[in-house]
Each structure stands twice: as structure tokens, then as C-alpha cells.
């Protein structure tokens, strides 16, 4: 008791929560995983204003129903998925060529929706919005160089079928898969509404990846097209992206063609014969062009992920359930309505973009920003200058971002005017206290609830969140939206539901916006979420569900970190260093970090000849870089001669870990060789 007091404690006065962790020195459960935050608890609750529940989306829907609360619509919901996923369908408009003959078939671990429906997503997304909202802004973007452009649903319609027709001139077909290797540009979510119209297969690689990323991506995938940019500003200077495409094009045999949008105009290498600029091969293409009729099932995406092992995973999306999942949860989670101007300040290249700034916006008939630069440029208001400017009122970021604000000030975002905002978001991993108070009272002025959405590549949309409706307890992403049945299990499938102890966060449902499996590698697919607890889905994230029902996300289980919201495989880590001639062995390791959540630490084996020094420490780390992306480049790179193994000769990361953070051990007996902890913790102490 006492301890909790101390921590109680240290988390008032705004102590980092890596001390408070740190003194309560986590009862151990039998979970294969760190430290479970498990005490951690926060007390105080939050109950959104009476005027935002009475105008709530969430609140009509219920009233029309006459369901009197939202638990009430909970159990309603869970009591009959068909129908509440059908009504969800409904509400956000969604319109197919041909109706459902049923709504869910559920043959584990694969799932159908709406079987047996004509749909196309983009018929939602755009042509529908031809006759409704024609001139209506779409998106209203921002170039990190104050360049705007404010593109309505009447421009983006034609851009698209522009694109889609050079497309289809460059031999792409139904199912084709075409790589996307852009920057947060218009062109970017024009790509991908021009693939899914005529029915092919996008393939998003975030802009920050390596040319050896992408190039791995793309053989994978087997895409025909690669659509890529000259380059793009970040803080100032110029990033020259096609150079890396290139390098990247040296090993992809199926890229056939390649289409360049102009966004910095320097001189670039065009191929002959194999590289069409944007313009030139759009300029004179039709303004119309037919929207494939697709299965509500066929694919939409490919995006890959990173899991337990070096090789990403290639997560595939459908038409029809993702509409109505993304949708749906947009329009009651974030309660986006027609005058809206919503801001999700994420990544295209990840699951959130492609949710919340293309999919879902569209289809509800959204005004969404977007932004293409650094946070902090030039100086550290440009977003709450950008929130000011545009009259943002939907904010949705991630927590990451929100504790790099929080080192710059309060002083930044009190320059500006941020009272048209009524709702604010967070999502990539828990949001801790500090950081939630934080933007509760300085961004939200303590008026704005804060939806804490969980989710992942994998659901396509939220799944534990709040409703503008629900009362908060910061930190806890609350309880499941309508329609999903969560879970917490212990090892052995039992339901540790209410007893606010740490398990697996399962979900014992299929949802609409569920992944339809792994792009050729239906074993990986079978292993990582449906073996051990056979027809239920693992997350692989670690939670306990408090006596109220409240869901607290506590980190990832399995071996993946998630740096400044970003989720990497330690393995892949480890392949990349272990692909350098120096290194023999690695083992990859996530540090508690302030800002970014996780640092990637690196211990690493030299081979016979090399020698540690500080230059091949950076040169480890810049290799790092190359081969993934910046976001993986290690914050610290350690030499030992040797590595804690089990007996079968598989590192022990989490003994690494513990001694990293200077943690309690616990059981060794599996350990091969013990001493190799202590050249691990004289490593770190710099011995
Ligand atoms: C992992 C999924 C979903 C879009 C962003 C990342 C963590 C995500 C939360 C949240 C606690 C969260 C989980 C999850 N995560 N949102 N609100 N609270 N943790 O997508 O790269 O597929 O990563 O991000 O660990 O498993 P992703």
C-alpha cells in the first residue's frame, strides 16, 4: 500500500512514469513479458460535458433505437452482431451494387461479411459524394513550405479516374498489386482510391523506409507498378525519394513501370521506357472511368507489419467490412459530422492513414487536413498554428507526439486559438497520465474528451475506445466499441474479465474491418493470432479489464517494440544489424524513453577481426538505418562477447531487458550460460 501511495505520488508531481515503474517493481505474472505495468492505476474519472452528449452521434442512434444507455447498447449489439454491423451500414450510408444474401460467415480463423454483396469502396469514397458533395473540400493540405492546396471531392474524383486510367493503360488489372512509396502529397491517397477503383491491390510503404524495405515489400507482394515522388521537404531540406526508389527497383524484377508525381522539381533519373512522370501520364487520360464492381470481399490492401519474426507480414484488408468498420467508428467514436474539419495527423503509409485520412473520411463526406512536414517547423506551434488557421475541431494524434509538445512547452500551444475543438483522439500505444492531463488541459482545455482508441493493422479500425458518451479514467482505452467482445485470458484460455489482473487481450468476435489473413502465408497467419486459443483472436498486446469493465492496454507481449508509436520486430532488428560484415549475433531490446515510448537498444557480437570503437558503433547504427528506415537506427549499440541463451540457443531478450532497466531477474533455470548476463550488465555499466 504504501508503494502505491509512493507512486501516487511521484505521478502528481509529474515525475516520469519510468521512475514510478520502476519503485513498484511489478509483481511478475506468468506471462513470457517485461514488466506489467499492473499497479499503475489511476483514480480520477472524466465525464465528457452534457452538451457533447446530448449532440453526440452515438446518443441519436441510441434515442432512435430507444436504448437507454451505452452498456445497454453494448449488450444489445454483442446480443446480435448481424444486425447491429447491418445498422452501422447503414448509418454511415453506405451503398452496394448489390445487397447481402447474408451478413457474417464465420469458418475460423477466416471471416466473410456481407457474403455475397457487389461493392466497391471508392463508390462511397468518391462517386457517391459526386452527386452529394461535389464541391465540398475533401482535404485541405499543407506543404511543410506553407504551400495549401484545398482540393474538393469534385477534384479528387477526377484525379482519380485520371490515375486509374493510366493505370489500366500500363496493363494493371483486377488483383494486380501496385506499390506506393510516397509522401504525405495529394497524390498519395489518390493512388491508392485510383488502385482500389479498378479493383487492384495498394501496397503503402511509408516514405520513411529504407530502398532495402521496400525493395523487400515489394518482392513480396509481386507488385507490377511502383507509384513514387522526386522527393519532399523535411525540415527544410530536400529528401530525394526517387533515388531510394531506385536503389530500391535494383532487386524488384516484377516493377514493370514506374509513375513519378513532381513534388520538389529537381533534376531526377527517369528510365526510359520504365518511368512515366505523374503528370504527362494523366494529363490527357479521361475524366471518367468505370468503378470496378468487386465481391465485398475481394482485396483492398496489403500492409505490412512487423511481428516475431525478421520478415514483415503482409496484413490484407477487404472492400465491404472495412467500409463499414472504419466508417462507423469514425462517425460515433470521433463523432464526425458535416461541418467538421477533422485532423488526423498520421502517416498514410500506416493503418491509421489509410483508416482515418482516406478510407473513412471519405466515405463519411469529411473535410480532413492534412499536413506534409515536420511537427516542429519551423518552430514548435506549426500544428496548433495549423489547428488555429483551418478551425480544426476533430483532433486525432498520437501519444508520442504529445510528450514531444510537452518538452517544448505549454507556451506553444497557448499562442493559439484552439476553441473550435470538441474532441480529441490518441492512439499507437497507451497514452500515459502525465501526457493524457497534458492534452486534456492545455490542447482540449479541459472541454474535449479524449478518445483513447485501441487498434491495430490487423482490425482495420478501433475496438476498445471510448464514446463521446463514455466516462474516462485517463490511460484506460475504456471498453469495446458495440459489436466487440474483448477479453483478457490467462495462459490456460481462462477469463480474468473484472479481476484486474494482466493477460492476453483477446477478441472472442470477428469484427467487419478484420484482416482476411496474411498475403501468402496462411500458417503465419493460423500461428500468430488463432493457435492458442483456438477461434479467438490474439492481439498480442497484454491488458487487464478492471471491476468496471475498463480495459488497460499494457504493451506489446510478444517481441515487437513500438518506437514514437511506430511497431518494429526486435528480429527484424537484429537480421538487419546481423547482415552487417562485422556482426556475428544481436540481440535487439526496448528501453522505456520518454518521448518515443521505446529506444531500440542493440547488444551485438562482433566476428573474429573486428574490434569495438566508437566509429563502428555509428556505422552499426547507420546500417540499422539503411536497411529499415530511421525510425529503427539503434539509440544505443553495446559489444559483448557473449549473449544469454536457452538451452535451445534462442537469446533471452527478456533477461537483456531486465538488467537494461535494472529489473528483477527472476528464474534463470532455462539460461545455457548465466555468466553472459553479467558481460551483458558490465556492458551496460560501461565496464
Ligand atoms: C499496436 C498496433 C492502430 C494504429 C496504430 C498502430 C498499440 C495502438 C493503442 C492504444 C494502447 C495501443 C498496441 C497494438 N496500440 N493503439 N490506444 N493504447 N496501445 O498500429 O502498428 O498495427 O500497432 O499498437 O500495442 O497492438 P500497429
Known sequence: ???????????????????????????????????LESLLREERVFYPSEELIEKSNIKEFMEKRSIKDEDELRKKALEDVEWFWSEMAKEVGIEWFEEAEKVLEWNPPYVKWFIGAKYNIVHDALDKQMKLRKNKVAYIWEGEDGEVKKITYGELYREVNRLANALIELGIKKGDRVAIYLPMIPELPISMLACAKIGAVHIDVFSGFSPIALRERINDAGAKVLITADGFY????????????????????????????????????????????????????????????????????????????????GVMHAHG?????????????????????????ADIGWITGHSYLVYAPLILGATSVIYCGAPDYPKPDRWWEIIEKYGVTLFYTAPTAIRMFMRFGEEWVEKHDLSSLRLLGSVGEPINPKAWYWYYKYVGKERCPIMD?????????FLITPLPTTPLKPSSATKPFPGIEADVFDDNGNSLYGKNEGGYLVIKKPWPGMLIGVWRDPERYFKTYWEKFRNVY?????????????????????????????RLGNSEIESALVSHPAVSEAAVVGKPHEVK????????????GYYPSEKLKEELREHVS???????????????????????G????????????????????TLMNPEALILVEQAIEGK
Not at 498480442?540 to 511506430?566: E, N
Not at 539503411?626 to 535451445?648: H, Q
Open 597 to 608: 515510448g521505446e529506444a531500440v537498444i542493440a547488444f551485438v557480437i562482433l566476428r573474429k
Open 234 to 313: 523535411r525540415r527544410g531540406s530536400v529528401v530525394r525519394l526517387k533515388e531510394d526508389a531506385d536503389r530500391a527497383l535494383e532487386g524488384a524484377p516484377s516493377v514493370e513501370k514506374v509513375i513519378v508525381a513532381k513534388r520538389v522539381e529537381f533534376d531526377v533519373l527517369m528510365q526510359e521506357e520504365r518511368d512515366y512522370w505523374w503528370d504527362e501520364a494523366t494529363k490527357d487520360q479521361p475524366k471518367e472511368c468505370d468503378t470496378k464492381i468487386m465481391d465485398a470481399n475481394d482485396m483492398l490492401f496489403i500492409l505490412y507489419t512487423s511481428g516475431t519474426t525478421g520478415k514483415p507480414k
Open 538 to 566: 490474439l492481439s498480442g498486446d497484454a491488458a487487464r479489464v478492471d471491476a468496471d469493465g475498463y480495459f488497460w492496454i499494457q504493451g506489446r507481449l510478444d517481441d515487437v517494440l513500438s518506437v514514437a508509436g511506430h
Open 321 to 345: 467490412g472495412y467500409a463499414v468498420g472504419t466508417a462507423a467508428t469514425l462517425k460515433y467514436v470521433m463523432d464526425l459530422k458535416e461541418d467538421d474539419i477533422y485532423w488526423c495527423t
Open 650 to 669: 534462442k537469446i533471452m531478450r527478456r533477461l537483456i531487458r531486465a538488467k537494461l532497466i535494472r529489473e528483477k531477474i527472476g528464474d534463470i533455470s
Open 453 to 461: 482508441t485501441w487498434w491495430q493493422t490487423e482490425t482495420g479500425h
Open 626 to 648: 539503411k536497411e529499415i528506415g530511421k525510425i529503427a537506427r539503434p539509440d544505443e549499440v553495446y559489444f559483448v562477447s557473449d549473449l544469454p541463451k536457452t538451452r535451445s
Open 1 to 35: 500500500m504504501r508503494e502505491l501511495q509512493k507512486i501516487d505520488f511521484l505521478l502528481r508531481c509529474g515525475r516520469s512514469r519510468g521512475n514510478a515503474v520502476h519503485l513498484i517493481r511489478l509483481k511478475k505474472l506468468q506471462l513470457n513479458m517485461p514488466t
